[in-house]
């Protein structure tokens, strides 16, 4: 299993550029979750997918969409980058949506995105 | 205040050395605590949960304090490939609070 992938794994934009980052999992699980992480700010969630067919936003979603597209994946896509979009983005999911459980969260590798 | 605060450290230790960690948290309707571990440059992942009794796993012991609202990751024994940075994870209803991480660098 290869668990959660990402794609790209590094990404440099200019500004009002857009592009969709992908995200894949092999484990079955229910709920997908887009993160992205600054030095100093901890990891802070966009969007989330508790389950195939729905999409919440999160703590920043701002300049962004996402898509599940079925139950395997979840794409983010950036429609006009700006330099406050850099950073790390971290696609991760879990068999049970938040707040149910205590169930892990698997991540991908990141996607390391600078916006010029 | 921040909802989960941990001290960035860095603790540099030898090996061998015990080391503890503290984290706080600001909401007391908290329910569930984790300890995930970030290499540099790589993804989180899970270290252990943190139950209300306290649970070890290993070199590792994870302790809940509710009525001052932290929770501590002790690690004896540190080992070279202990060096990383420990995220205190809080789950309040539906959401999880990641703490910025402690970063530890064990020494020769």
């Known amino acids: 299993n290869a668990g959660v992938t990402q794609t790209p794994k590094f990404q440099v934009l200019k500004t009002g550029q857009s592009m969709t980052l992908q995200c894949a999992q092999d484990?079955?699980?229910?709920?997908m979750y887009w993160y992205r992480q600054d030095p100093g700010m901890g990891l802070r969630l966009i969007y989330y997918?508790?389950?195939?067919?729905?999409?919440d936003k999160g703590e920043v979603p701002n300049g962004y969409n996402v898509s599940r597209l079925n139950k395997r994946e979840f794409s983010l896509r950036l429609e006009s980058a700006a330099p406050s979009q850099t950073s790390v983005y971290f696609c991760?999911?879990?068999?049970?949506?938040?707040?149910?459980?205590?169930?892990?969260?698997?991540f991908g590798p990141g996607t390391r995105l600078t916006v010029l | 205040r921040k909802e989960v605060e941990q001290d960035p450290g860095p603790f540099n230790v030898p090996e061998g050395a015990t080391v503890a960690f503290n984290c706080t948290y600001s909401?007391?309707?908290?329910?569930?605590f984790f300890w995930y571990r970030q290499d540099c440059r790589k993804e989180p992942k899970l270290l252990m949960s943190?139950?209300?009794s306290g649970n070890e796993d290993g070199r590792f012991t994870a302790q809940l304090n509710r009525a001052s609202q932290y929770i501590s990751l002790l690690i004896r024994d540190s080992k070279l490939s202990d060096s990383a940075t420990y995220l205190c994870?809080?789950?309040?209803?539906?959401?999880?609070?990641f703490g910025t991480g402690t970063r530890l660098q064990v020494t020769l």
């Open positions: 943190v139950y209300s």
């Open positions: 909401n007391s309707a908290s329910q569930s």
């Open positions: 997918s508790a389950s195939e067919g729905t999409t």
């Open positions: 484990m079955n699980h229910n709920s």
């Open positions: 991760a999911s879990s068999e049970s949506p938040p707040g149910v459980g205590r169930d892990e969260q698997f």
């Open positions: 994870v809080v789950q309040t209803q539906s959401k999880l609070t």
